[in-house]
């Protein structure tokens, strides 16, 4: 397809499980972010990629967060041992460069029980 | 504190009004950007503003960037049910790649 795509839609997991967040960038897009969205909470940046580096990581919210990227395409955001507190809808975007538009994928819904 | 606030919070409207929805910073803004969003969808980018005093249209929807670039507003003419929706500005702020977004206005627009 010609848009981000991202997988699972929706993820329903326990507290204390691992879960796998996975993005797919426009072809060609050479930055890659993620963000987090909660309800009344806004848009919450997490990191942002340009290549398969990670310059910016200033936003992951503790050590249980990690992404990665790999051949400047494919995304996975990593949560361990999930909390409650991480429940929002997980958006990933991508641009030809961080001074192009962003375009966003329709972001994984996690909800942890 | 928000970096970036949007107001209002929400609107509803009547088929056919105007409506501005504004977002200001307290600081300068190195490029402003418009999104629009509906439930469960990802954004859709409308309009990027760089320049003071820039004013972009597309269709009925007009953004303008302020002189002293720290304000944009967002302005739909003769608003239909179609413009439904969360309106939320993102913002490049100098000194990092990514943008730092408003929490959104809500959009809804009554036949």
């Known amino acids: 397809g010609a848009g981000v795509s991202q997988s699972p839609s929706n993820k329903v997991t326990e507290k204390g499980k691992d879960v796998e967040l996975r993005c797919d960038p426009i072809?060609?897009?050479?930055?890659l972010y993620w963000y987090r969205q909660s309800l009344g909470q806004g848009l919450e940046f997490l990191i942002y990629f340009q290549g398969n580096s990670a310059p910016d990581k200033s936003g992951l919210p503790s050590d249980r967060f990690s992404a990665e990227r790999t051949g400047g395409s494919v995304s996975t955001l990593t949560i361990q041992r999930t909390q409650q507190e991480d429940s929002a809808v997980y958006l990933c975007a991508s641009s030809w460069d961080p001074a192009s538009p962003l375009h966003f994928g329709n972001g994984t819904r996690l909800t942890v029980t | 504190s928000q970096e970036l606030e949007q107001s209002p919070q929400s609107l509803i409207v009547q088929e056919g009004k105007n409506l501005t929805i504004n977002c200001t910073s307290s600081?300068?803004?190195?490029?402003l950007y418009w999104y629009k969003q509906k439930y469960g969808e990802g954004l859709i980018f409308l309009m990027m503003l760089q320049k003071g005093g820039e004013e972009k249209s597309h269709e009925k929807i007009t953004a303008k960037l302020d002189e002293k670039k720290q304000q944009s507003s967002l302005h739909i003419t003769a608003s239909q049910p179609s413009h439904a929706g969360i309106y939320l500005c993102g913002a490049d702020m100098g000194g990092s790649e990514k943008l730092v977004f408003g929490k959104g206005t809500k959009l809804t627009v009554n036949p």
């Open positions: 600081k300068t803004l190195y490029g």
């Open positions: 072809s060609g897009h050479t930055a």
